[in-house]
């Protein structure tokens, strides 16, 4: 680990970022060139002391998890992103399909999205980053580990995942993520992730199970669902993908029609979502 190096990148690349390019109002008091190192620290979901130490040569060395977060938080290229890692003593990601590093050009949209519920997905629906909105509603999806990151793992085997959903809507959902299942199993292989996850449903879920042998590949997941939160209740949302070919990621991003009491519901969300996000820190 070459903690100097590191140290100084770091410190480039938070310099070379501007408040704007994350979503951020430059005040007229703003001194700091660039962004501040508590800023960076906020969109790494890490703690300011820990970040600040790694810019002073004197931090520990970072952990893969951390180098990731880093990299998003920062806007990172892939290359920069290898870069980083390379200075902290591991070797960079294998760059591969469904990669796990959102693209800097995702999270500038990202980034302007912060009172909307938007978030950048892999093909097996498992959630890289989030906005506020979406994490108020749909909770922390990216704190998930193992076969529980896809969003198809969880529908199946953890109630709890269905609850955003009214009921009466679960049937055709099941029958929408089986079939995004198979796509993914049968594009991504043997030995794949996407198989990793089939493999395990297979044999923990009776449902995913009956409904695979069905061998049904038409179901698709319509552009209008809704969505309910404990709060707000249920609101009618459109669904707008926006995909990164070279990434194979999905940024979501959830609307609603103006005049609409789904729409006031929606602006609500957003407050919810700052709210929480205060209380967490």
């Not at 591991?90 to 796990?100: C, M, N």
């Not at 749909?138 to 955003?164: K, M, Q």
Request: with cysteine; aromatic share 6%.
């Amino acid at each position: 680990m070459d903690r100097a190096q590191l140290a100084d990148f770091l410190r480039s690349r938070r310099e070379a970022l501007q408040p704007e390019d994350v979503g951020l109002t430059k005040g007229p008091r703003r001194r700091t060139q660039g962004l501040r190192r508590e800023e960076v620290a906020a969109l790494s979901d890490m703690s300011v002391d820990y970040y600040s130490r790694l810019e002073q040569s004197r931090g520990p060395q970072p952990s893969e998890q951390m180098l990731a977060a880093m990299a998003r938080g920062l806007r990172l290229t892939a290359a920069e992103r290898d870069h980083l890692f390379h200075l902290a003593g591991h070797q960079a990601p294998r760059r591969a399909i469904s990669g796990e590093h959102v693209a800097p050009g995702l999270m500038r949209i990202l980034d302007r999205l912060a009172d909307t519920p938007a978030q950048v997905m892999t093909a097996m629906g498992e959630t890289l980053v989030q906005t506020p909105a979406a994490r108020a509603l749909f909770g922390d999806e990216t704190r998930f580990v193992g076969n529980a990151r896809s969003v198809v793992y969880r529908w199946f085997t953890a109630p709890s995942a269905r609850d955003v959903y009214p009921s009466t809507d679960h049937e055709k959902l099941s029958r929408a993520f089986a079939a995004d299942a198979r796509s993914f199993a049968a594009q991504q292989g043997p030995g794949s992730r996407a198989q990793r996850v089939v493999d395990a449903l297979l044999a923990e879920s009776p449902e995913f199970a009956a409904i695979w042998a069905d061998h049904e590949i038409n179901a698709t997941h319509e552009l209008e669902k809704r969505v309910q939160h404990p709060e707000l209740g249920v609101m009618k949302v459109h669904c707008q993908f926006l995909i990164d070919p070279a990434q194979h990621q999905t940024l979501l991003v959830l609307t609603a029609t103006p005049g609409t009491e789904s729409y006031d519901r929606l602006q609500l969300l957003s407050v919810i979502g700052t709210q929480r996000l205060t209380a967490d820190a």
